[in-house]
């Protein structure tokens, strides 16, 4: 079992990166080609349509 489940993703227009987003309120961007995580932002929240911001 993995340790990290994204419940939505997202991929950028050039399928070399993509963005998840799970349950545990983080996001993550990941290098597709070299299958590793690139960034990780804790406490991030949706707050309305396409808004996401981060927690303090």
């Given at each position: 079992?993995?340790?990290y489940?994204?419940?939505?993703s997202?991929?950028f227009?050039?399928?070399k990166?993509?963005?998840?987003?799970?349950?545990?309120?983080?996001?993550?961007?990941?290098d597709l080609q070299?299958?590793?995580?690139?960034?990780?932002a804790?406490?991030?929240?949706?707050?309305g349509?396409?808004?996401l911001r981060?927690?303090?």
């Open positions: 079992m993995l340790s489940q994204p419940d939505s997202s991929y227009p050039d399928d990166q993509m963005i998840s987003g799970s349950w545990d309120k983080t996001a993550r961007r990941w070299a299958g590793m995580e690139i960034e990780k804790q406490e991030v929240r949706e707050y349509p396409g808004r981060r927690g303090l």
